[in-house]
């Protein structure tokens, strides 16, 4: 079969991790359920930011965001290990602008994440991401984003949602915990 994963706030943690970050730079702190109670996919609202400060902080801030220790999510690199080892193929697909590619790829190749070159997509809008997705004629894919997760849904992929707090409104499987991803396709609950 043939998976597609999103990596951001998919496989690994990147808005918590970022937002760790945020409290350190802007010297605040925030609990952590201000985080988890979030509606959208942007963290700085909760640092009372408006949109165009939220921009500026992320991007100044991205290369440490990206590259540095931004955690896989628990047993994630190990799902997609076993997977790999089941004989499955695995795409990557993306929306971390281009100049991010290699880098976003090498890094989650020190990670542990099974990743082959010509199966890494990125640098694309969502729209893109989506013709990709269906264009590789992927037999599941898992996405935290809702526009893109709306947008695939009632096609001829099967569409996972990694749970978080801003698409708890999508009516779609969803992905809690990746040390369960196996006994979902076991059990075929997706």
């Given amino acids: ?20 970050l945020y409290q350190k730079n802007l010297g605040q702190t925030v609990p952590i359920d201000v985080f988890h109670a979030l509606d959208r996919v942007e963290i700085h609202g909760a640092f009372g930011m408006t949109d165009q400060e939220g921009s500026k902080m992320w991007s100044d801030l991205v290369e440490e965001i990206y590259y540095t220790d931004c955690p896989p999510y628990p047993g994630a690199i190990e799902a ?32 542990g994440f099974p990743v082959q070159d010509d199966r890494f997509f990125c640098g694309m809008k969502d729209a893109e991401k989506v013709k990709i997705i269906k264009k590789l004629q992927l037999d599941y894919y898992f996405d935290d984003k809702p526009a893109v997760l709306d947008t695939l849904a009632g096609g001829s992929v ?6 978080q707090s801003y698409n708890r409104h999508l009516d779609m499987p969803r992905v809690r915990e990746w040390a369960d991803l196996k006994n979902l396709i076991r059990n075929k609950k997706i």
């Fill in 1 to 20: 079969m043939k998976f597609g994963f999103d990596i951001d706030d998919t496989l690994i943690g990147l808005r918590e991790y970022a937002f760790n």
């Fill in 80 to 111: 997609l290990q076993q997977l790999e080892a089941e004989g499955h193929e695995l795409y990557y697909i993306t929306a971390r602008s281009s100049e991010h590619g290699e880098n976003t790829k090498e890094w989650m190749k020190r990670q």
């Fill in 158 to 163: 099967k569409v996972l949602v990694k749970d």
